[in-house]
């Protein structure tokens, strides 16, 4: 099979996996957040507003604010480039973006995170990320490789291995209901 193709049946996998852990562990987003001081420092965090069934960070946003550290959301303006990151609060008022996701207005003004948080469908212990394909997050990471790349998901959603391919980029770790967990080296 080509790459494109198992990855393909992998996201399929992986999204029916992540429905049954929605429903069976609605606490595990409030769980995560207690471990917000596990994660790496960085004085801007950017997180994402959860669609479907990604795992919910409006937990962690407020653990974060309580922890000193300021929050920004990712902006795709263009689907065929790096997203950007605005300035954001809980509370703050949102428009879709260019891929329909909740943004938010351009007067908040772009900013650079020191910490991205990104949804997934499946991780593994090497930083490996299993994304929904559309390579918003890979073209950003790779457009700013200082920040650190940290996913946020169920536990269940670890893999043994994940397939990478040349413009995947790793995560530096993750976040799940039962703690933070740095990626091992490859």
Known sequence: ???????????????????GLAVSAPDAAYQAALF????????LVALYRAMGTEFDPEPLAEAVIVGGRALCLPVVLRTDAPMVF???????PLEPDAAGCPAPLP????VDPD???????AFDDLGGRLGQ??????????????????????????????????HDIRLHGVLTEVGYTAARKV
């Open 36 to 43: 917000s001081d596990d994660l790496p420092p960085g004085s």
């Open 133 to 166: 394909g559309g390579g918003y997050y890979d073209r950003t990471f790779a457009a700013r490789p200082e920040a650190v790349r940290i996913g946020l998901a169920y536990a269940g959603q670890r893999v043994e291995r994940l397939p990478m391919e040349s």
């Open 115 to 121: 910490l991205i948080l990104t949804p997934l469908l």
């Open 1 to 19: 099979m080509a790459p494109s193709t198992d990855k393909a049946a992998l996201r399929a996998e992986a999204r029916a996996r992540r429905r």
């Open 86 to 92: 605005r300035r954001w609060s809980p509370g703050d």
């Open 107 to 110: 007067l908040a003004g772009v």
